[in-house]
C-alpha cells in the first residue's frame, strides 16, 4: 500500500473529524481501540478485535488499549501501551512512513496521558474514561461516512478480496478431494495465510443440508467422498478491511449445479445494476422477483411471479437482505442510516432482514449476495400457513440433501459500472 494512498486517506479522516468537533463544538476527541476481556473465572480472554473507528486511522492491526487523539489542526497523536513485562512479546510501535503523519506517546497502564486533554472531549469506544463529556449524536455522525470509502480502503478491500480468493480456490478443491468441512476450513485458513481468529468474521462451511444453514457454525470432522453440495463464506482482512465472500461448489452436472448456475446469472445482473443513485431496498425487491422467476423456471413453484409476490414465497427460500455495506466491520455501520444525524430507515416487513436501506452512492462497498435454500423450518412453516402454495414438494425433497446456493461478491459502487472485487480477483487466479 503506498504512502501517498494511507496520507491522503489520514487527510480524508482528520476533515471529517475535525468538521464532526466543530459541529458539536468539541476541543478534542478520543478514540479507544478497546480493552481484552477475561472469560468468566479464567485468565485468559476473548478474541480482540479493535473498534473499527479507531482502527480507521492507522494501516496497522490494532491492539487493546491504543487510544488516539484528535484535536483540531493537530496532528493526530496515537497513544501506544507500553508493554514491558516477561508475560509477552515486546509491542514496538510499528515503523513506516506512517508515523510522519503522527505524534506518538508511549505509555503504560498506569500513566496519566489524558491529564493536559481539553475539558470538551468526547470518547468514541468503549469504556469511555470519566474525564470524557457524553457528546449525543457524535457516532451517528461520524459512522454515516463510512459509507464512503478512501482509495486506500479500496485498495485494502481489494486485497482483502485476493487473499480470500486463493482460500475459496483452496476449499473448492479439498471440497473435491473429499474433504471433511474441518479440513475444507484448514484449506481456506492456510490458502488465505491467517489464523481462524484473523478472519474477519467465522468461516461457514457447509456440505450438503449443512448448506442451508445461513450462520452454520460448525466444522464436521467427517470426511464425505461424495459430498454434493460445499457452501463457504469466508473471507479475509486487509489493514483491518474485510471481505465477505460466498461461493457454492456442486461435485455433479444436475438439476440443482442448474440452479447454481442460473441464480450466479442472476447475481451477476444485480451486480451491474448496483449503481449510485439506486435504493438498495429497489434492488433487494429486484431480487426477490428474481427468485419467484428462478422458482418457476425450475419448476419449484409452479405459481406466478405476481401470485408467488403476493403469497411471499420467494422469502421462503430466500429470507435474508441482498447484502450490506462492507468494510472494517463485515456488516458495516451506517446501513440503515441516512443522513448525518441518525435518522434511521428501516426495511419494512416483506424484507426485515435488509441491513443496508440507504441510496448507494459512489466508493460505497457493498456486497451483493442472493441466496436459494431448502430450509426444512421454513418449508414447513409454508405448507402450515400458505394456503395453494403451489409449490412442488416432492421435486424440494429431491433438492434438501443439496441444502441451498448462496453467491456473494464484493463491488465498489460507480456511477456507471460496478468494481466487482471478487470476480475480478477469480479471473485473476484462474
Ligand atoms: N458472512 C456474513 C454475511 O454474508 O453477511
Ligand atoms: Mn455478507
Ligand atoms: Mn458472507
Known sequence: MTTRLYQEHLSTLIQRYEEAMSYFALDAIVLAS????????????????????????????LNAETYIVLQTSQKPTLVWPLRDDFWHAPNPVPSGDWQQSWQIIEA???????????????????????????????????????????????????????RAVQGHLAAKEAFLSGASELDIHFAFLQASQQTANQEPYPGIVGLNEHAAVLHYEHKSIESLPTSRTLLIDAGANEQGYASDITRTFTRYDDDFSALVN?????????CQQALSGVAFKDLHHTTIKGIAQLLLDHKICALSVEEQLEKRIPQVFFPHGLGHLLGLQVHDVGGHQIDKNG??????????FLRLTRTLEENMIITIEPGLYFIPMLIEKMTAEIPCHGCDLNKIQHFMPYGGIRVEDNLV???THTDNLTREAFKKQS
Not at 128 to 157: H, N, Q, R, W
Not at 262 to 270: A, F, N, R, T, Y
Open 343 to 352: 435518522t434511521l430507515s428501516k426495511p419494512d416487513d416483506s424484507a426485515p
Open 262 to 270: 442460473d441464480l450466479d446469472g442472476m447475481e451477476q445482473k444485480l
Open 413 to 415: 459502487v460507480k456511477n
Open 108 to 162: 503504560r497502564k498506569t500513566d496519566t496521558w489524558f491529564d493536559s486533554l481539553p475539558k470538551k472531549t468526547a470518547w468514541l469506544g468503549p469504556k469511555p474514561m470519566a474525564f470524557s463529556v457524553p457528546c449525543d449524536g457524535l457516532k451517528a455522525y461520524v459512522d454515516y461516512s463510512k459509507a464512503i470509502k478512501t482509495p486506500y480502503e479500496i485498495e485494502a478491500t481489494r486485497r482483502a478480496s485476493v
Open 34 to 61: 478497546g480493552e481484552k476481556e477475561y472469560y468468566f473465572q479464567d485468565d485468559h480472554t476473548f478474541p480482540f478485535h479493535a473498534y473499527s473507528g479507531a482502527q480507521q486511522w492507522l494501516p496497522f492491526t
